[in-house]
């Protein structure tokens, strides 16, 4: 997972590495990773091949761990309402 809100701290400690395009990469990955009828991250996601695609040997859900993805976001200030999108759905379901 992308810790977000460490990346302007790290920043401060090791300036060498391209922390702001690691948060860039981040970003486009979750975006990418939009899977199933919700849209939705699943927990292991795999990165062999083209595209981002749910991992063989997890079952493909958002569940508990992939929670983080959205708190990470939110904890380091991204503001981008399209990667909330499919989040902020989800938990407007009674269901969700």
């Known amino acids: 997972y992308w810790i977000f ?8 400690l090791a300036p060498e590495f391209d922390w702001a395009g690691l948060g860039r990469s981040g970003r486009r990955l979750i975006a990418a990773s939009r899977f ?11 990165l062999a091949g083209e595209a981002p695609r749910p991992a063989e040997t997890f079952a493909p859900h958002f569940a508990y761990n992939a929670l983080r993805i959205p708190l990470y976001l939110a904890f380091g200030g991204v503001a981008d309402p399209d990667l909330y999108a499919p989040f902020l ?3 407007a379901k009674p269901e969700g």
């Open 5 to 12: 809100p460490a990346f302007d701290r790290v920043a401060l």
């Open 36 to 46: 199933g009828q919700a849209k939705l991250p699943v927990e292991w996601v795999s």
């Open 89 to 91: 759905a989800l938990w």
